[in-house]
């Protein structure tokens, strides 16, 4: 699938001044602040919903008394940013192209432009004041390395700030200003239950248009994907969206908060698709960064995909079952050590039916590390309960780093042995495996398989996305050593059912499934 161009709604003007210059949130969670105080985080919906009547829009004239209501606690934010220039260590330059300054300095002076040790960036953005004491909910992304933050009122106040805690893997900042004290406050409502084509509002700071506010609806839910994190469950809106809408919030018809207003498509692909991230997954970590600054998340060390419904009826299951397929496993991690198997499928997490893949990362995600996940999983059709002992989630950057040992090279053409490769009615040639080769590979002792030496255009193999030099591990969750092997459980299949594969490309392995032709498909 062709993934969508996303940006981030920041509004950065980045401009460098020639100038040398100096565990799961729960709403009721207290905790002492900087004031002395005990002031609750943040405020709940449900504490507002009998004097906040619902707005009936179709019949409603103006949403203005609404919008009186809420713009107050809305807020604009400015920050900068000071950078040490890269060659710092060099105290002048020559000429650069299509510098003005150049000529000038040289003829005057006669020394190149003198470069400045340090310069600034400035950007903006938008939030909302969670509280009287001054915590003010935005995105990551837009406090991120700021070194100076200023927020600004509608009633035209100005406060310096302080970032409290950032989480980049959902985009949610936490900042507090200075010396803030009767501040006006949102409430959070329920995101889980927005529903699509649910009205809401957008505020913000667009393009430094202060408390613009947009009108539309919940185009849809749950979208994954978005900025590329695991946690990605935005909520999509066509209020419009515009840079320096981010961190501002989206409210519904009761004048709750509903979601943070994040990201949107890039005007060149497309209009009226903006993304914001819904405010219960705020929520979840919003006690963390106020004591610690940053986000702990539970960790299971698997890799998980949806359960397809042509993985499901390769592995026997009923139709329509729903579930996340465990494709891998880290031996010392804690799934590991529990005893989950690659092919095992999650259908249920601490008694609560589980539908995807992207819904159990989250979910064990908000796990408090060390805390207990007791998993239901099915295993060659029968269900199976086991207990894990959730870890500590690396952060995003560790993972990319090397989580998963790296894997070889795919083996070229001198890689096959020498001699035909078998044909498989999959659409692929198969090789054995020879010493060499699984060395190249880098394959643990012992690890045996099937090469697939060739993929035949327009074959099942292609289509279920096969690929020359990976190796098949299992074919139907039995093991395979032989092309021989290969073979004879693929032709125990009829045409139309499904053969899952277990297969390993470079360091991941994957169960791929592959529906065999019928005889009226085949050209």
Same mark, same amino acid.
């Given at each position: ?6 940006? !981030? ?62 713009? /107050? ?17 060099? /105290? ?21 432009? /003198? ?48 970032? @409290? ?8 900042? !936490? ?9 006006? %406050?949102? $409430? ?13 509002? $957008? ?58 207003? %994040?990201?949107? @498509? ?15 997954? $705020? ?11 940053? @986000? ?38 804690? $799934?590991?050590?529990?005893? !989950? ?131 098949? !591990? ?11 092997? @290969? ?37």
């Amino acid at each position: 699938m062709r993934r969508l161009a996303i940006i !981030l709604t920041t509004l950065g003007a980045f401009i460098a001044l020639l100038v040398a210059c100096s565990p799961e949130g729960r709403a009721e969670s207290r905790t002492k602040a900087e004031s002395g105080s005990t002031e609750q985080l943040w405020r709940e919906a449900a504490a507002v919903q009998e004097t906040t009547a619902a707005v009936n829009v179709p019949n409603q004239a103006s949403l203005a008394p609404l919008i009186k209501q809420l713009k /107050p606690a809305v807020v604009n934010i400015y920050t900068t940013t000071t950078m040490k220039h890269p060659r710092v260590r060099t /105290p002048h330059r020559g000429p650069q192209p299509g510098d003005p300054w150049s000529d000038f300095f040289e003829r005057f002076f006669g020394q190149p432009m /003198p470069m400045p040790e340090e310069f600034r960036s400035n950007s903006l953005g938008s939030g909302f004041v969670l509280n009287k004491e001054g915590f003010v909910l935005t995105n990551n992304h837009v406090v991120k390395d700021a070194t100076d933050i200023r927020v600004k009122l509608s009633d035209g106040r100005e406060f310096k700030a302080k970032v @409290v805690g950032r989480d980049p893997a959902i985009d949610v900042g !936490l900042i507090k200003l200075t010396d803030a004290k009767d501040l006006p %406050t949102v $409430a959070l409502g329920d995101s889980d239950k927005v529903e699509q084509g649910d009205f809401v509002l $957008a505020m913000g700071n667009p393009f430094n248009l202060n408390g613009s506010v947009s009108f539309g609806i919940v185009s849809a839910k749950d979208r994954p994907g978005v900025t590329g994190s695991s946690f990605d469950d935005f909520i999509q809106t066509d209020a419009a969206i515009n840079p320096g809408n981010s961190g501002g919030p989206l409210f519904n018809m009761r004048g709750e908060v509903v979601g943070i207003n %994040t990201a949107i @498509v890039s005007p060149q692909i497309g209009q009226g698709i903006g993304f914001a991230v819904p405010i219960n997954l $705020a929520k979840q970590v919003l006690p963390q960064l106020r004591e610690k600054g940053k @986000v702990a998340r539970g960790y299971l060390g698997v890799t998980v995909s949806d359960l397809t419904a042509d993985l499901a009826q390769g592995f026997g299951l009923p139709e329509g079952q729903k579930g996340a397929v465990i494709q891998q496993v880290q031996p010392k991690a804690p $799934a590991g050590k529990a005893g !989950l198997h690659p092919g095992d499928v999650v259908v249920a997490l601490n008694g609560k039916p589980v539908e995807g893949s992207g819904q159990l990362t989250r979910s064990v995600s908000s796990i408090p590390p060390g805390g207990k996940a007791s998993l239901q999983v099915l295993r060659d059709g029968k269900k199976k309960d086991i207990a894990v002992t959730v870890g500590t989630r690396p952060d995003e950057e560790s993972l990319a780093r090397g989580e998963v040992p790296e894997g070889g090279e795919e083996p070229g053409e001198e890689a096959v042995p020498e001699g035909k490769p078998k044909d498989v009615k999959l659409g692929v040639k198969l090789a054995p495996l020879s010493a060499e080769m699984a060395k190249d590979l880098k394959l643990e002792p012992g690890e045996k398989g099937v090469l697939v030496a060739e993929v035949v255009p327009d074959s099942p193999a292609e289509r279920a996305g096969l690929q020359r030099g990976d190796l098949i !591990l299992e074919v139907g969750k039995e093991k395979v050593s032989k092309p021989e092997q @290969v073979v004879a459980a693929v032709s125990k299949q009829k045409p139309g059912q499904v053969v899952v594969l277990r297969v390993k490309r470079g360091p991941a392995a994957l169960f791929v499934p592959v529906r065999l032709e019928k005889a009226d498909e085949k050209k």
